[in-house]
């Protein structure tokens, strides 16, 4: 019996490689070309880009980072301590890892991302823009464009 279930999960997964193969190219195909994030063409797009990846690898660092005090949490020894003690080391952490922690992150990644944010805003024009006037009617548009002196048509 043992033998028949091994024999049918071997073949299911060999049959699964080509369509799972498949899959992945597709999905990795994405990977470039004009829309793709991790082409960006222009200057703002390369901006948002770099925004993006700091804070992707802010997170990932402190994933693993919170994940590794979790799992040393099962690991370390039971320690005796009095309720003084406990509530000190408790302390500890509510500060430390409830308030310094948060705001050291988010003002580094805020220190990163104002500026970067500041230079997608558009700048200041010499010359005022032309505004061209669009009125919305039920069946139609009505489109007004500025004449050579500034009169409407």
């Known amino acids: 019996m043992r033998l028949i ?11 699964l490689d080509t369509p799972l193969a498949l899959l ?4 990795l195909a994405g990977c470039a070309g004009d829309k793709s994030i991790l082409d960006p ?12 990846w ?3 690898s802010f997170g990932t660092v402190v994933l693993v980072l919170v994940t590794a ?23 500890r952490w509510i500060i430390g890892g409830g308030i310094v922690l948060p705001v050291a992150s988010i003002t580094a990644l805020l220190a990163f ?22 009125i919305g009617h039920q069946w139609w548009w009505e489109v007004r464009y500025p004449g050579a002196e500034g009169e409407r048509w």
Not at 5 to 15: A, D, G, M, P
Not at 24 to 27: F, I, Q, S
Not at 41 to 49: H, I
């Open 5 to 15: 279930i091994q024999r049918l999960t071997k073949q299911r997964v060999n049959s």
């Open 24 to 27: 992945v190219g597709l999905l």
């Open 41 to 52: 063409a222009g200057q703002a797009a390369r901006d948002v880009a770099m925004i993006w």
């Open 54 to 56: 700091v804070m992707l």
């Open 69 to 91: 005090f979790w799992l040393y949490t099962f690991k370390r020894k039971e320690v005796v301590r009095t309720p003084a003690e406990e509530r000190k080391i408790a302390r």
């Open 113 to 134: 991302g104002v500026p970067t944010g500041q230079r997608l805003l558009p700048l200041p024009l010499a010359e005022p823009p032309e505004v061209i006037e669009v």
